[in-house]
């Protein structure tokens, strides 16, 4: 999608470090991090946020949750000492960037809740 820079960082059209490619995802440090690992699992596809799934998004999601996500918390070695996975949907929910993201972030202890 046009002036959409997560589709730009995917079609590497903008400038970012991938941490993890495949088919459909990327991952990448966040520009300002809230965590000593804070990691944005992106889907190339655009999707602008769960209000946007449709049927044809299970599959990446599930891929997504059940590979992606436990590969790169191994990776970075905070499978063990725990993470946080959040998705950030619409305006309360702070989503910043309309198109959809996932939150991964570890290396210190997370309070809860958030604010
Ligand atoms: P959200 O507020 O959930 O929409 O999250 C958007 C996140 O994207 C924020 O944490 C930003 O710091 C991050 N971000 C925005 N632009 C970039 C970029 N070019 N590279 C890496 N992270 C970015
Ligand atoms: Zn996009």
Known sequence: MADCIFCKIANKEADAKFIFEDETVIAIRDLSPKAPEHILIIPKKHIGSINDF???????MAHIMVDVIPKIANDLKIDKSGFRVVI???????QTVNHLHIHLLGGRSLTWPPG
């Open 54 to 60: 449709t049927d044809s998004d299970k599959d990446l």
């Open 88 to 94: 950030n949907t619409g305006e309360d929910g702070g």
